[in-house]
């Protein structure tokens, strides 16, 4: 018997109690769902019209200031019908935000450079906006949209957001913001009345479609971005296809879907100083005052290179993380800590729920495989998470700190997880496992550096 099995052989079964905010579990849906999920998931289409920015008069120097040209296309494009807001080979200055309307496919051509500004009062005045989990008015995202629809960038250009220890990135250190903000959140202040911005240091996220349906994010790529990268928030159909992330400054995500229905994440390439996707629902209060779940999100095809996390769930999920299937998937690098992560405490309350992955090739991380910990952060409190119906098939990894670190609450343990046809290769120490209730290992495997089972 292998290390990892004698570990799980002392599991004891644990009761427990669910947390107030979450009265029934959801049963496992498996893998035969994902068609009907691929089908609510449409990628909007647009008419054939094109809006050249230079025909608003924008010069692709790196010097003069776009905006203005940026912002009559999309203008013209949206009271036209729609249509494709074109951005030509060049380097093009942007001194503010990018904001899309409905009918907008915002196109930038292979050899196209954008760089934002990083004149943070540029960003100004603020718009509705989601920090961290938790909804406020501050500085615009650098790209944005609020209750559009049928909304895309796309295209084989860069987007530089000019981010930098000079700029944004220092803001990182301002805890008391942010503790301000979740203190808003806490005591149900309207969200128009938790302004940020000017005088404040709370840095914008770079891409943020707000209530918006029928999203496309497609070819491009984005580097130096202020914190999350590709953060959808409370929106319905969304695709993000062939996208590169490259950004290594503080919190930078590579996708963050929140609060989001029907989602697809394909063939993309993640390098970044955070989770490379993470999956939210809100923070604490916020979270479960709007009850909103992510739900029905599909990974399929992306490389993982540095980050903390692979693919996450958590920990801002206090509306709730279900449905997400994750396969076909590849994360290697010294630089990243764990293949598939899932996050939370019992200051969040929330689910989290039927995750199915498989076909996952891990060349190594620096921490486990899978983890899950439930002892997340410092935060304590009443609002137990629910964790159940995890399941893990055809994962095989080169290197690791452990196969895997399972860590529930005492009086809530993890529920119903299997790991199916895995093989873990020069694991340093053996797995974890504690506060788990049902865990089953089929076909598991772990191996040393020679490839041979000594087991």
Known sequence: MCRVCLVASVVVVLGGWIDADRCIAAEPIGWDSVPAIFRSIQPPTF????????????????????????????????????GRVVVPEGNWLVQGPIHLKSNVNLYLAAGATVRFSTDPADYLPPVVARFEGNDMMNYSPFIYALDAENIAVT?????????????????????????????????????????????????????????????????????????????????????????????????????????????????????????????????NADGRRIGVPSENIVIRGCQMRDGHGGVVLGSEMSGGIRNVFVEDCEMDSPHLERAIRLKSN???????????????????????????????????????????????????????????????????????????????????KPSVIVNVDEITLRDFRLLPSDGIDHN
């Not at 809006?51 to 494009?77: K, N, S, W």
């Not at 903000?181 to 479609?209: K, S, T, W, Y």
């Open 47 to 82: 008419p054939d019209r094109d809006f050249p920015i230079t025909e608003q008069g924008a010069v692709g120097d790196g010097r003069t200031d776009c905006r203005p040209a940026l912002e009559g296309a999309i203008a013209a494009c949206h009271e036209a019908g729609g």
């Open 155 to 283: 295209g084989a250009g860069t987007f530089d957001g000019q981010a930098g220890p000079q700029h944004w990135w220092s803001w990182k250190r301002s805890s008391n913001e942010s503790n301000a903000l979740r203190q808003m959140g806490e005591d149900n202040v309207p969200i128009e009345n938790r302004v940020f911005g000017e005088g404040h240091e709370l840095r914008p996220n770079f891409v943020q479609p707000y209530r918006c349906k029928n999203v496309l994010i497609e070819g491009v790529t984005f580097t130096n971005s202020p914190m999350w990268v590709i953060t959808p928030c409370l929106c319905e159909n969304v695709t993000v296809r062939g996208v590169t992330v490259n950004s290594h400054g503080p919190n930078n995500d590579g996708c963050d879907p929140e609060s989001c229905r029907n989602v697809l994440i394909e063939n993309c390439t993640f390098d970044t100083g955070d989770d490379c996707i993470a999956i939210k629902s809100g923070r």
């Open 346 to 428: 019992s200051l969040r309350g929330g689910y989290l729920e039927n995750l199915y992955v498989r076909n996952i090739r891990v060349g190594q991380v620096a921490d486990a495989v899978v983890r899950i910990n439930l002892n997340y952060d410092r935060d304590r409190g009443e609002h137990y998470p629910l964790v159940q119906n995890i399941f893990i098939e055809g994962v095989t990894s080169q290197r690791s700190k452990y196969p895997f670190y399972f860590a529930g609450l005492d009086g809530m343990p993890i529920r119903n997880v299997v790991l199916e046809n895995c093989t873990f290769r020069n694991a340093v």
